[in-house]
């Protein structure tokens, strides 16, 4: 019989782990016993530890204890360890298998009802783990497990957690008259942030919906203090200036971060996340409960690290917290009744910010140039606000506050944004002003409103990404009294405010994940870029004179088939950086139960000095999300075998040396090559043999392998097009683009998905049924790039001629073949920088156009690594999701 502890052993040297070797006596109990550790390891997950046959046999579960049968979780079987092991709370130090402080989370007795190979029935006798759960084999792999509950949930009245709740809003005002009703505190000059958790996962939303987490590295810890618990937070992003002060402006670099900036802002301009609100938590809404509930189930979760903290709050000390923020030079108060509800995406009068110095935001509708000192920047910014009719005011103009970087930034931004006419209704900037599309949102500090409405001695604070113009609107102080009229549904027993009272769950209030906002509308009507709808009703209604091949008769509401829920990301199995040594000439592994031979790890491939070690790591991290999409797929590898700087070559014929347990498929290619032979990355232990021999770019089919069909393989499962940017031309065209193909495909009710190419374009996919052929969707796609070329021909080609794409974006259609390759979802390009062609969100697309920042949509290895575990794969509907295109009459 093996010994059941000579893996533990091999893996740990004790002269450095404070763990038990296995060879201390240990007392026998009567029942069999049970642990569950809470690990801090690279990342956190709980190890669950059974007795069994003098061992403890244990699963790391990534996302936590399942506490209902309507949710299994992933539980990986990891080598046994030693019984000692069952009063084992120590920090395991650097460097050593399994790092991290490792505390006890739950422990007790167990019942066997089943123990069988690939089987265990048990029921647990715990504080915290009870009850009857079932864990079973579900892979190929033998350390591929699932843990079940097999009782009734813990908690039969827990609800789903949202995927996110809206913020409330505050109203401007003074201090009430009757403080002892009302807990003050401090008003930080940050950003808003909506945090939620759940066990081994973590995003930071912003006010807007927008999906944060990648700006605040520091932040994700958090995850790690909230434990198992499901929660979600309302507090506010704060940067410190040198004197310590929270301040707008130090925010301003962290805010608009990309890439690789980011790490190291956040060491340079740390953020601290104040936590003021608790929304949800542990299977039950909080937002209708009131402040004082909250506040105390808030503080009871005890959230103080390095960057969080829950700061205080004062009932009926206004006054006193007032003139102690005026003293410190801070920006005001926050007033809260303590008997108010949380309203969900509303501004209510039981919230009120009370500042020492008038401060809002605008809408930028114009400016005027500068001249002198500031000739080519601009002079002023003309300003605006939205009236009751959702007319935009004009609202004075700010000329101080702006240092020289900021100013070139606005003018690029006004530029580009520039119109004709003016926005704004009744009332008009000076002459000389010039106009823009009124998008951007400022926050400006002044002195008082003038008599006509503009403010007075004005100065430029920051731009306020995470606003929306037509929210802004003009400030004026809400009076503070009995709780009448509105603010009556605010508190706990009056009338339930909009959606009802447990609102987190209700469709007005709690938004289905970050990309809500985002509709099949599209760009407004006066984007230059936006096919007005009288032009697509033409195309997609038959009119001879506009050409349009399509059947549609009419044009209807986009109502685009529902898009499966992506799923939580697996865990790798095993660390890449404990798989993979970092450094040698020739390895040997084992994984999932194959030997691979590894070489030259330590050489670097990129410039940077990323190495071949480095490859195989990203690689078997990535695997779990990036497998479903390959496998099956004729897989061609584009090979850099002297690194990104030299010469690459195409490999289609699978090696003839390659491992007999490397699959293949056979695809008759014409005359020339004959039958071809493509790999086929099924499984990790493929993908890294394929990584081991330099295979830097991974170029998949649109089709599955099927030896059997004609041409050696199946219909597209996706129709896709290929966004390139022309010279003079960039990514942000190629997100103008993506949005217009996105308009016109909804309106044949196609949901399309969008990632990074990885070098300097986008790429789109439908996924198709698994009837489509190519003699469908290669002509469907000439036409709609045809289409769009008539319609926005400053901005859009169809045709690969060089001379005809400067300064535009080409839709290859010509993609949609059988005998073509498209780089892959999750696969690294060879470019300077180990740069990676990343699935983004509508949102994010958006954004960058807006932005006008190309560096929005770059993605390395390491941040990609980040985004899937925070977001799972958002390519994951492409796998479950089937459409059909219209028919066309050519």
């Given at each position: 019989m093996a010994e059941p502890l000579r893996d533990y052993r091999r893996k740990r040297s004790f002269a450095d782990t404070p763990e038990p070797s296995g060879d201390e006596d240990v007392a026998p109990a009567d029942a069999p016993r049970f642990v569950v550790h809470e690990h801090h390891a690279t990342r956190l997950h709980w190890d669950l530890r059974l007795e069994h046959d003098g061992a403890l046999a244990s699963f790391a579960i990534p996302n936590g204890l399942p506490t209902d049968p309507r949710h299994n979780r992933k539980a990986v079987h990891t080598e046994d360890h030693p019984l000692k092991y069952l009063d084992f709370e120590e920090t395991i130090p650097e460097g050593n298998y399994g790092a991290g402080e490792m505390t006890i989370w739950d422990a007790g007795t167990f019942e066997v009802e089943k123990w069988r190979e690939g089987e265990i029935i048990a029921v647990f006798s715990g504080e915290r783990l009870t009850g009857r759960y079932a864990l079973f084999h579900a892979g190929r792999d033998p350390k591929d497990w699932m843990i079940h509950r097999m009782d009734p949930p813990v908690d039969e009245t827990a609800e789903e957690m949202p995927a996110a709740i809206e913020p409330m809003l505050a109203r401007p005002g003074t201090l009430p008259p009757r403080p002892d009703d009302w807990a003050f505190e401090v008003k930080w000059d940050g950003v808003r942030a909506m945090v939620r958790s759940q066990p081994g996962r973590f995003s930071l939303f912003s006010r807007a919906g927008n999906d944060i987490t990648g700006a605040y590295p520091e932040l994700r810890a958090?995850?790690?203090?909230?434990?198992?618990?499901?929660?979600?937070?309302?507090?506010?992003?704060?940067?410190?200036?040198?004197?310590?002060?929270?301040?707008?402006?130090?925010?301003?670099?962290?805010?608009?971060?990309?890439?690789?900036?980011?790490?190291?802002?956040?060491?340079?301009r740390p953020v601290t996340l104040m936590v003021f609100d608790l929304l949800w938590l542990d299977g039950h809404p909080l937002v209708d409960r009131p402040w004082t509930e909250r506040r105390a189930a808030l503080e009871e979760l005890g959230l103080d690290g390095d960057h969080w903290?829950?700061?205080?709050?004062?009932?009926?000390?206004?006054?006193?917290?007032?003139?102690?923020?005026?003293?410190?030079?801070?920006?005001?108060?926050?007033?809260?009744?303590?008997?108010?509800?949380?309203?969900?995406?509303?501004?209510?009068?039981?919230?009120?910010?009370?500042?020492?110095?008038?401060?809002?935001?605008?809408?930028?509708?114009?400016?005027?140039?500068?001249?002198?000192?500031?000739?080519?920047?601009?002079?002023?910014?003309?300003?605006?606000?939205?009236?009751?009719?959702?007319?935009?005011?004009?609202?004075?103009?700010?000329?101080?506050?702006?240092?020289?970087?900021?100013?070139?930034?606005?003018?690029?931004?006004?530029?580009?944004?520039?119109?004709?006419?003016?926005?704004?209704?009744?009332?008009?900037?000076?002459?000389?002003?010039?106009?823009?599309?009124?998008?951007?949102?400022?926050?400006?500090?002044?002195?008082?409103?003038?008599?006509?409405?503009?403010?007075?001695?004005?100065?430029?604070?920051?731009?306020?990404?995470?606003?929306?113009?037509?929210d802004v609107v003009r400030e004026t102080p809400a009076t503070t009294g009995p709780a009448v009229g509105e603010d009556e549904t605010d508190a706990v027993g009056g009338a339930p405010a909009s959606g009802g009272g447990s609102t987190a769950k209700g469709a007005s209030t709690a938004k289905q994940g970050p990309a809500a906002a985002s509709s099949a509308a599209g760009p407004a009507a006066d984007d230059p870029h936006h096919v007005p709808d009288d032009v697509l009703a033409a195309a997609l209604g038959g009119r001879a004179e506009k050409g349009a091949p399509v059947e549609a008769a009419v044009v209807r509401e986009p109502e685009p088939p529902a898009v499966p829920d992506v799923p939580e990301p697996d865990e790798p199995?095993?660390?890449?950086?404990?798989?993979?040594?970092?450094?040698?000439?020739?390895?040997?592994?084992?994984?999932?139960?194959?030997?691979?031979?590894?070489?030259?790890?330590?050489?670097?491939?990129?410039?940077?000095?990323?190495?071949?070690?480095?490859?195989?790591?990203?690689?078997?991290?990535?695997?779990?999300?990036?497998?479903?999409?390959?496998?099956?797929?004729?897989?061609?590898?584009?090979?850099?075998?002297?690194?990104?700087?030299?010469?690459?070559?195409?490999?289609?014929?699978?090696?003839?040396?390659?491992?007999d347990w490397v699959r293949t498929t056979p695809v008759?290619?014409?005359?020339?090559?004959?039958?071809?032979?493509?790999?086929?990355?099924?499984?990790?232990?493929?993908?890294?043999?394929?990584?081991?021999?330099?295979?830097?770019?991974?170029?998949?089919?649109?089709?599955?392998?099927?030896?059997?069909?004609?041409?050696?393989?199946?219909?597209?499962?996706?129709?896709?097009?290929?966004?390139?940017?022309?010279?003079?031309?960039?990514?942000?065209?190629?997100?103008?683009?993506?949005?217009?193909?996105?308009?016109?495909?909804?309106?044949?009710?196609?949901?399309?998905?969008?990632?990074?190419?990885?070098?300097?374009?986008?790429?789109?996919?439908?996924?198709?049924?698994?009837?489509?052929?190519?003699?469908?969707?290669?002509?469907?796609?000439?036409?709609?790039?045809?289409?769009?070329?008539?319609?926005?021909?400053?901005?859009?080609?169809?045709?690969?001629?060089?001379?005809?794409?400067?300064?535009?974006?080409?839709?290859?259609?010509?993609?949609?073949?059988?005998?073509?390759?498209?780089?892959?979802?999750?696969?690294?390009?060879?470019?300077?920088?180990?740069?990676?062609?990343?699935?983004?969100?509508?949102?994010?697309?958006?954004?960058?156009?807006?932005?006008?920042?190309?560096?929005?949509?770059?993605?390395?290895?390491?941040e990609t690594l980040g985004r899937v575990r925070r977001r799972g794969d958002l390519f994951a509907p492409l796998l479950e999701l089937e459409q059909r295109l219209p028919e066309l009459h050519l």
């Open positions: 958090l995850n790690r203090q909230l434990s198992s618990h499901e929660a979600i937070l309302d507090g506010e992003v704060v940067a410190f200036d040198d004197d310590g002060r929270p301040s707008f402006q130090a925010l301003q670099s962290r805010m608009h971060a990309r890439g690789a900036h980011v790490k190291r802002l956040a060491q340079e903290q829950t700061p205080g709050a004062y009932v009926g000390q206004g006054e006193g917290l007032l003139a102690a923020t005026a003293e410190q030079g801070l920006e005001g108060v926050i007033a809260k009744r303590t008997d108010a509800i949380y309203r969900p995406g509303r501004r209510s009068d039981a919230w009120l910010k009370v500042k020492h110095e008038l401060r809002q935001e605008f809408v930028v509708g114009g400016w005027i140039p500068g001249k002198g000192g500031r000739a080519g920047v601009l002079g002023s910014l003309q300003l605006g606000v939205y009236d009751a009719d959702g007319a935009l005011r004009y609202a004075g103009g700010v000329g101080t506050g702006f240092d020289q970087e900021t100013l070139k930034i606005l003018t690029a931004k006004l530029e580009r944004l520039e119109r004709r006419t003016s926005p704004y209704e009744g009332r008009q900037p000076p002459r000389g002003a010039r106009f823009c599309t009124p998008s951007l949102v400022v926050e400006v500090r002044f002195a008082e409103w003038t008599s006509d409405g503009s403010v007075r001695h004005g100065s430029f604070q920051g731009l306020r990404d995470d606003k929306d113009a037509h199995e095993v660390e890449p950086e404990e798989l993979i040594p970092s450094s040698g000439k020739s390895v040997e592994i084992e994984v999932d139960g194959r030997t691979l031979k590894l070489s030259n790890l330590d050489k670097a491939l990129y410039p940077g000095g990323f190495t071949k070690a480095d490859v195989l790591r990203y690689y078997a991290a990535v695997a779990p999300v990036a497998l479903p999409h390959w496998r099956g797929r004729p897989m061609t590898l584009k090979r850099y075998p002297n690194g990104v700087d030299e010469k690459a070559f195409f490999q289609k014929h699978a090696d003839r040396h390659r491992p008759p290619h014409g005359r020339k090559e004959g039958v071809v032979d493509f790999v086929l990355l099924d499984d990790l232990p493929t993908l890294l043999w394929a990584a081991n021999l330099a295979a830097i770019e991974l170029h998949p089919s649109l089709s599955l392998g099927a030896p059997d069909a004609p041409h050696g393989v199946s219909g597209p499962r996706a129709l896709v097009f290929d966004l390139d940017p022309g010279p003079g031309a960039s990514i942000v065209d190629c997100c103008r683009v993506a949005l217009a193909v996105r308009d016109v495909l909804a309106r044949f009710e196609i949901r399309a998905f969008c990632k990074t190419s990885g070098s300097k374009g986008l790429q789109m996919y439908a996924p198709l049924a698994d009837d489509a052929s190519y003699d469908e969707t290669k002509p469907f796609a000439r036409w709609l790039a045809r289409f769009l070329e008539e319609h926005l021909p400053d901005l859009v080609v169809s045709k690969m001629a060089k001379e005809l794409r400067h300064r535009k974006v080409l839709i290859d259609w010509s993609q949609n073949d059988q005998a073509k390759t498209t780089i892959g979802v999750y696969s690294l390009r060879a470019r300077e920088r180990p740069s990676v062609s990343t699935p983004v969100d509508w949102d994010e697309v958006e954004a960058c156009e807006r932005s006008d920042d190309p560096g929005t949509l770059v993605f390395l290895a390491d």
